[in-house]
């Protein structure tokens, strides 16, 4: 399982990039490893508002479908089109091509709720136990 | 809550990388390598799966074929010995307590290959129509099952016996030896392909797996998981109990009446005579959402098309993504009162998604996918 360090992890397993203007927002590798192929995405649009803790979007593999979860608020500023055509780029490079949505952050403080690379790695850990 | 159970294979599967899964009590592999190149490999050449999680009952003596007569919808009186048929097993109501393969191993020797979530249930069924005097025995825990399924499984397992296996009509059983290892021996599966059932031995089932691991990889052929087993049978519109079939569900609703045979006295025999006479209020359909992505699952609600308002007429049993078709597919029941329309709506998270409704099954071998 990968995680990288510099992003900040959520307990719903997306990550988001550190950044405090727009940031990144993906799932982890250990969620698209439990998901399975990913054969369909749906995604906000540009302009849409996502809260912290709210579903913004959904992940449907071959055999589950799951809610994505916001791990901070903020206003879709872009949306990775090209997932559309291939959602299985986010089995393939979770953290790069397969990034999700790009916001405008209203709450650069709801960062710090958030876990870093050890903390997240910790939890899933556990959860495996 | 019971612990989970494993079956003989379990190291093996952890060594072939599978990604495991809970199914019927036992800890399963649901795939190796992804469902998506499992189940192709299946279509196109050959897969392995272990379904040693499967139960198996034997029956042997006077009372054998008189208890399978009584209990089953389907009539074990027209089995030859050799041979093997789809059947299912209903309550006095018509519905179904599950859905198995009997196998005729000799004139009064049968074995029956249930589901492994039913394995308790069937047994005290049966037990209650008398199956101590029919020589019932519960071989569950020591039989392991082997299924090679795909147009290459004869070849490859060919090769690894001296038996005729490939002169095994679809449905033909017989005891034999495969890479040195004695199994009963099955023409059957659970994927629309061509394909064997190996019963063996649970102690022996893992030199049998290796065995044609390496006799197929020369071939392609891949371990497959359930999740790829799940995506084969909804293609091929074969039922899963728990899914299509359940107690609140009779075998002539889900479109499986070649299996029940009237005009004998079985139990649930008069609830599907009448059903039968009268008409099923409910009947299960093949759905494909027409977008092409959206994924109609299990419990989602069928509504009529183009109407905001009003109740359900039906709701998915089953909803995958079909490899072979390269979208999503599914299966609902749909209440007759509804009559036979052509397009319905499936409420999929608060939306309503237009889907054509179609036959079953959606994959039929050697025809090509066309839906």
Not at chain 1, 93 to 102: E, S
Not at chain 2, 136 to 159: H, M, N
Not at chain 2, 257 to 282: D, I, N, P, S, Y
Request: aromatic share 6%.
């Amino acid at each position: 399982m990968e995680v990288p360090p510099g992003l900040k992890y959520s307990k719903e397993h997306e990550w988001v990039t550190a950044e405090e203007s727009v940031a990144t927002i993906g799932i982890t590798d250990h969620a698209q490893d439990q998901l399975g192929e990913i054969v369909y995405i749906e995604l906000p649009s540009v302009g849409e508002k996502i809260s912290k803790d709210d579903p913004f979007g959904v992940v449907e593999s071959v055999k589950a479908v799951s809610d994505i979860y916001a791990p901070i608020s903020g206003t879709v500023a872009e949306v990775n089109e090209g997932l559309r055509e291939s959602p299985e780029v986010i089995n393939e490079d979770p953290y790069g091509d397969g990034w999700l949505i790009k916001i405008r952050v209203s709450d650069s403080s709801e960062l710090d709720d958030l876990m870093d690379n050890e903390e997240y790695e910790e939890m899933v850990a556990k959860e495996k136990e | 809550m019971e612990a989970l159970r494993r079956t003989t294979l379990f190291e093996l599967h952890r060594r072939l990388g599978a990604r495991m899964t809970v199914f019927g009590g036992f800890e399963m592999p649901l795939s190796y390598a992804g469902i998506i190149d499992e189940h192709r490999a299946v279509r196109a050449r050959a897969g392995i799966f272990d379904l040693g999680h499967m139960g198996e009952f034997e029956l042997a003596g006077a009372g054998a074929l008189a208890l399978l007569e009584r209990a089953m919808t389907n009539s074990a009186a027209r089995l030859e010995a050799g041979r093997a048929q789809y059947t299912l097993m209903c309550t006095p109501a018509g519905g179904t307590i599950d859905d198995l393969i009997v196998y005729r191993l000799g004139h009064a020797r049968f074995m029956l290959c249930v589901n492994a979530s039913n394995i308790a249930a069937d047994r005290e069924w049966l037990l209650e129509l008398g199956a101590k005097d029919a020589g019932f025995r519960d071989a569950s825990e020591e039989t392991g099952l082997v299924a090679v399924q795909g147009p290459e499984a004869q070849a490859i397992l060919q090769g690894l016996s001296p038996a005729p296996l490939g002169q095994m009509r679809q449905f033909a059983v017989m005891e034999a030896e495969v890479a040195g290892v004695r199994c009963v021996a099955a023409r059957t599966g659970y994927t629309g392909e061509d394909g064997f059932e190996l019963f063996v031995a649970a102690a022996a089932a893992a030199k049998l797996f290796n065995a044609i691991l390496e006799a197929g990889a020369p071939r392609a052929m891949m371990p497959c998981g359930l999740g790829a087993r799940d995506t084969l049978r909804m293609e091929a519109g074969l039922p899963l109990y728990g899914h299509e079939l359940d107690r609140a569900t009779s075998p002539l609703e889900a479109g499986l009446g070649m299996f029940v045979k009237l005009g004998r006295e079985f139990v649930g025999a008069a609830t599907l005579a009448a059903q039968h006479r009268e008409g099923v209020k409910r009947h299960l359909v093949g759905i494909r959402t027409e977008d092409g992505r959206s994924v109609a699952r299990q419990g989602y609600k069928v509504f009529p098309e183009g109407r905001e308002t009003g109740a359900e007429i039906g709701i998915m049993t089953s909803g995958t993504f079909a490899p072979s078709f390269n979208r999503p597919l599914g299966m609902a029941y749909l209440a007759a009162a509804a009559g036979a329309p052509a397009a319905v709506e499936v409420e999929i998270r608060n939306r309503r998604v237009g889907a054509a409704v179609v036959g079953l099954p959606f994959y039929r071998r050697g025809k090509p996918p066309a839906a």
